[in-house]
């Protein structure tokens, strides 16, 4: 398995307040991506690393923000969570950003917007 | 854009059975295909990927063809067992650099004895 390790794997938080998971991996790959799964949509990609302080948006991208100051580590913070933010959380890893190179996954945060 | 569309779940199927799940796909270009697996409180594992036309990615039974003429990289499995329940992922990936991933929404597929 990949060495990616998600923290926390649970979290309940209220409406307003600010949410930081982090993205932890031992692989020193280069590519690092945020996704979240909701029921119906598959996982759809809120923003991704290609490096130390090199970051850019994904398709879901309002609400969020990341950061990315070491090669093993890629926070996403919620500014101001809300209940449409409720969703399991993904981070993944890529040794390329080529199209055959496969992301390896984490085994995600649950959180909880109430 | 591209997309991935798979085929609605659950899929239910005695152990032993014979699995075909549907996955097409619209993209510009040619792209690289995959297939996750999920299983229940875990991430997604890669579970095979096919990189041209015609390529035939293979994995712990399963495998899938792409097929550019159908745009289409079907899951098959000859005979499925109970631990193959999980949620499978169709994904394809872009090729040129600063490619994303992009995936179905995924197919339950429920073995029962």
């Known amino acids: 398995d990949a060495g990616i390790t998600q923290s926390p794997r649970h979290k309940v938080t209220e409406t307003g307040t600010p949410v930081t998971l982090r993205c932890h991996q031992t692989?020193?790959?280069?590519?690092m991506y945020w996704y979240r799964q909701d029921p119906g949509h598959g996982l759809r990609l809120i923003h991704y690393s290609y490096g130390v302080k090199d970051t850019d948006k994904g398709e879901v991208s309002d609400g969020y923000s990341v950061s990315r100051s070491k090669t093993e580590d890629f926070l996403l913070t919620l500014e101001s969570a809300t209940s449409s933010q409720t969703s399991v959380y993904f981070c993944?890893?890529?040794?390329?950003?080529?199209?055959?190179?496969?992301?390896?996954f984490g085994n995600g945060t649950r959180l909880t917007v109430t | 854009g591209n997309s991935v569309t798979q085929m609605e779940g659950p899929v239910t199927l005695s152990e032993e059975a014979f699995l075909t799940i549907n996955c097409t796909y619209t993209?510009?270009?040619?792209?690289?295909l995959f297939w996750y697996v999920q299983y229940p409180g875990e991430g997604l594992q890669l579970l095979l990927k096919?990189?041209?036309?015609?390529d035939k990615g293979s994995n712990k039974g399963f495998e899938a063809t792409y097929r550019k003429e159908t745009t289409s990289f079907h899951l098959e499995k000859g005979s499925v067992q109970v631990s193959d329940s999980a949620v499978y992922f169709c994904a394809l990936r872009d090729t040129g650099t600063a490619s994303k991933l992009t995936f179905g929404t995924g197919t339950r597929l429920q073995v029962t004895l």
């Open positions: 096919a990189t041209k036309a015609d």
């Open positions: 993209a510009t270009g040619y792209p690289s």
């Open positions: 692989e020193n790959h280069r590519y």
């Open positions: 993944a890893i890529s040794e390329s950003d080529t199209g055959a190179s496969p992301l390896h």
